[in-house]
């Protein structure tokens, strides 16, 4: 029988009600997660970790490179076939694209939480492990990178995005959809992966900002990240990459001043482009060196950048490649 490594780390898959705060905090560990669910000794064996029981937006980027080598090391292990990984909700799909960018392994990771606590009726914690388990001893999950499993529905981490606050079906991947689901236990993948991309790199550069474009922003907020040192700087901008013209003078003092700037879009479908010429548009950012995210969303954006300024030695034009070269970003895994 193939053995499975689940390595809990919070959320509100370990949390309980408390009746004097009348909400939910962390409470279980790992084990009385795995008592909930039944059954599973007749598929896998489990070995269980503790890393963490921390809340999600407790999680750093420094947090989850931690959480990465951690996993790594499991994942040398002739005797683990795949790893699970329990996570809050509000950072899980940051923590799972920075795994998937820097683990390399055929073995399956998947990544899961759950949306109601213990407390709840109808609490999700245990059904989305046992599926997640499922998966990380599927032969087919091989090769497939860092996955998401919660509600029965199987999303790879460079495609998947938390859509909803509350509902249980809240992970979603907006441009590519599902890549399976886990139905009476069996694995079922529609498709392959479609983006594949590994950063193998032990360090992570955290000084990076990330800037929601609205109407009539100027460029305060960039000139603060740049008094403040930072190496790069994500933009969500308008529509196909477009920001209000107060901006552009604070982006060009941000590209003179050597941080890298990425435009992403704040709409959650569609990639960014050089289409529009009018100050502020694509084609004139493009021209003033800002890097183009294509299709991602800020938050992972920001990850990769992260990731990329350290990977490359800081290095503009590498993370340029990195971050625009369609082929290097978008074939079948």
Do not use: W
């Not at 860092?146 to 859509?163: D, I, M, R, W």
């Amino acid at each position: 029988m193939k053995k499975v490594a689940v390595v809990f780390n919070g959320g509100t898959i370990s949390m309980k009600v408390d009746p004097r705060l009348e909400a939910a905090v962390p409470s279980l560990k790992g084990e009385e997660i795995m008592n909930m669910v039944t059954g599973i000794e007749d598929y896998a064996k489990i070995e269980s970790h503790e890393f963490s029981n921390d809340p999600s937006p407790y999680i750093t980027p420094n947090d989850m490179m931690e959480l990465s080598r951690y996993i790594k090391n499991i994942l040398k292990r002739e005797d683990i076939c795949g790893v699970v990984v329990t996570h809050g909700t509000d950072s899980l799909e940051e923590t799972a694209y920075l795994l998937d960018l820097t683990i390399k392994s055929d073995k399956p990771v998947i990544i899961t939480g759950a949306m109601r606590s213990s407390s709840e009726l109808g609490y999700d914690g245990p059904a989305n492990l046992a599926a997640s388990i499922c998966t990380a001893i599927s032969e087919e999950a091989r090769g497939k990178g860092v996955l998401v499993c919660l509600n029965g529905e199987l999303n790879c981490a460079s495609e998947v995005t938390k859509s909803n606050s509350t509902s249980l079906g809240t992970f979603k991947s907006p441009i590519f959809g599902p890549i399976g689901i886990v139905d009476s236990n069996q694995v079922i993948f529609y498709r392959n992966k479609v983006i594949n991309q590994l950063l193998e790199t032990e360090n992570i550069e955290t000084n990076v900002g990330l800037i929601k474009c609205a109407s009539g922003m100027d460029s305060d907020i960039i000139d603060f990240y740049i008094n403040k040192g930072s190496k790069g700087i994500v933009i969500e901008a308008m529509g196909r990459g477009n920001i209000p013209p107060t901006m552009v003078e604070g982006v060009k003092r941000a590209i003179d001043s050597k941080i890298a700037v990425v435009i992403v879009s704040r709409c959650y479908e569609g990639r960014v482009l050089d289409t529009y010429g009018y100050k502020g548009g694509g084609k004139g950012l493009r021209n003033m060196g800002v890097i183009f995210g294509y299709f991602m969303p800020g938050q992972k954006a920001r990850i990769k950048l992260m990731l990329a300024l350290k990977k490359t030695n800081y290095d503009i034009e590498k993370i340029r490649e990195i971050f625009e070269n369609d082929t290097y970003n978008y074939v079948t895994r």
